[in-house]
């Protein structure tokens, strides 16, 4: 069954605008972690922004910000003021705790939506 | 500031082949982790390592094996390729447990592979 769920394969933006990517996630864990990755051409993966489940506030890293809503199981991220360089694949990952609880291990990806920011 | 390195970049089997891709990461990582990367299937986990001595299942185990030789070093070895297996391969690492829970994957470059 999947896990983490991107459910728009293909996004486009104008430069300078705003956009805001979804994902949702499956679990009966009360304690885990959220990331998004960026990919862009170069194939290089690159870690945009992390949420920890157990914190309420929402993650910021400067342009880059998520709604978590933790009940919903849902973890966005907005993109504002939208840059050429933004233009790549973006993917949401879950990290789970293993048996026990006591560490964690797998973590899985969504299927990715691939962002083209438009000049 | 190696990182994790990946071989071979490319590779080309014929059906029923054998290989191995080689992974090694310079950054006292605890995990690592084997993933496959196909369009419009984002990237899939097939065998994680949590820690030196563990590896564990993921999505997509089937047709693989892998071997953690050493904290440093998580090979992952294609004993019959089949063109199914076609795809681009990334191994990546992070600190894992003791070290640290929320520690994002720090990524190899990957390795294209073709079976025919």
Redesign the interface.
């Known amino acids: 069954a999947q896990t983490v769920t991107q459910s728009q394969p293909e996004m486009s933006v104008q430069e300078a605008e705003t956009v805001t990517l979804s994902c949702t996630y499956d679990t009966s864990e009360s304690n885990y972690y959220l990331f998004w990755y960026k990919q862009p051409p170069s194939r290089q993966m690159i870690l945009v922004i992390r949420q920890e489940a157990y914190k309420q506030q929402n993650a910021t890293e400067n342009r880059f910000s998520v709604n978590f809503q933790k009940a919903a199981k849902s973890f966005s991220l907005k993109i504002s003021d939208s840059q050429l360089g933004d233009t790549a694949m973006y993917f949401c990952a879950f990290l789970e705790p293993n048996a026990g609880g006591t560490s964690y291990g797998k973590l899985t990806f969504g299927q990715g939506t691939i962002l083209t920011v438009h000049p | 500031n190696a990182g994790v390195t990946q071989t071979p970049k490319f590779q080309v089997l014929k059906t029923g082949q054998s290989m191995t891709l080689q992974c090694a990461q310079d950054m006292n990582h605890n995990?690592m982790?084997w993933?496959r990367q196909d369009p419009?299937?984002?990237?899939?986990?097939i065998y994680?390592s949590?820690s030196e001595g563990t590896t564990?299942k993921?999505?997509v185990p089937n047709g693989y094996n892998v071997s953690r030789l050493n904290k440093r070093e998580f090979s992952l070895r294609l004993e019959s390729a089949a063109p199914s297996q076609t795809s681009?391969y990334?191994c990546?690492s992070?600190k894992?447990?003791?070290q640290g829970?929320?520690s994002?994957?720090h990524?190899g470059?990957?390795t294209r592979l073709t079976v025919t």
Request: glycine share 22%.
């Open positions: 995990s982790y993933y419009g299937m984002g990237l899939r986990l994680y949590a564990d993921g999505e681009v990334f990546a992070r894992g447990p003791g829970d929320n994002p994957l990524f470059n990957g």
